[in-house]
């Protein structure tokens, strides 16, 4: 089994990656990628704990289009230079929405100190996973099993702390997928069922080269076989992963009858294939 789909400390993960090698070694993974949200500030880190555990190790990256769809990209090495403007971009309006949260939490009584909420991000990108990490740890959000409860009722759309909507920051899909090849990495539409696929044949003419076939809701719906046949018809190749945020996930995640679902290994070798033919 493979896992080419998980988030760190560095976006909206709960592990450090450190944490994820070990998760990597525990299940015996014959490879692993982190792709946190809009940065590649955990790549070296994770990439220095998988060669010392011995885990063979994709770096990688996801960002959201303004449109909608998710795309992960896929590196050879290290990102090449033209991922700098977007990761700064994402981060400079991710944090200008969280200032605004954290003002809105404020109104609520939740008094938190913003530098410690954006160094929980680090050089990464701050999210509201860092609101509730900091609300948890000064003991304003309750257990576990409550917190979803809590975070709709702050963080919903209808709650005193509603995030702001950024979809209008975000960048075209073309124009992440000509910044990914740019910088050297391939590019994949990450869980597909959720977005249109009408916007396909215009992300493969901008350079997508892949799908993510594998993952949880196409599992639990029945459609890994469509997708499938979605990417043979596009000469598309395959990928999967858990989308993986951390133990917190896990343990709602283990509600879900997820029997059966393993990205398996053989997606490796037409992915690697592609990943050493792009021009760093
Ligand atoms: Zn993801």
């Known amino acids: 089994m493979v896992d080419l789909h998980q988030h760190s400390i560095y976006s909206d993960g709960t592990s450090t990656p450190a944490e994820l090698v070990e998760r990597a070694v525990s299940l015996s993974l014959t490879a692993m990628a982190l792709t946190d949200h809009d940065t590649t500030a955990g790549l070296d880190e994770c990439a220095r ?4 555990a011995g885990v063979r190790f994709i ?24 991922i700098a403007t977007a990761e700064r971009d994402y981060r400079r309006f991710r944090t200008e929405s969280l200032l605004i949260v954290l003002e809105c939490l404020a109104k609520e009584g939740f008094e938190l100190d913003p530098d410690s909420v954006l160094d929980r991000a680090a050089s990464g990108t701050p999210l509201v996973s860092h ?50 090849r740019d910088s050297g990495a391939v590019s994949v539409l990450a869980h597909p069922w959720e977005s249109d696929l009408a916007l396909l ?4 003419e901008a350079g997508l080269q892949g799908i993510e076939v594998y993952n949880r809701n196409a599992h639990l719906t029945g459609n890994v076989e469509n997708l499938k046949r979605l990417a ?15 133990e917190a996930q896990a343990a709602r995640l283990a509600k879900s009858d997820l029997t059966g679902f393993a990205p398996p290994d053989e997606l490796l070798e037409p992915l690697l294939d592609l990943v050493a033919a792009v021009p760093a």
């Open 49 to 52: 704990f998988a060669a010392e």
């Open 59 to 82: 770096p990688g990256v996801e960002f959201e289009a303004c449109e909608g769809p998710h795309v992960l990209g896929y590196f050879g090495g290290r990102p090449g230079p033209a």
């Open 131 to 180: 609101v509730v990490a900091e609300m948890k740890d000064l003991g304003y959000l309750s257990s576990l099993d409550r917190l979803i409860e809590e975070f709709t009722r702050l963080f919903g759309p209808e709650g005193p702390a509603a995030l702001p909507d950024v979809t209008e920051n975000q960048w075209p899909v073309v124009e992440l997928i000509q910044m990914l």
């Open 201 to 204: 044949p215009e992300m493969i």
């Open 232 to 246: 043979e018809r596009h000469g598309l190749v395959m990928t999967g992963g858990w989308d993986y945020h951390g």
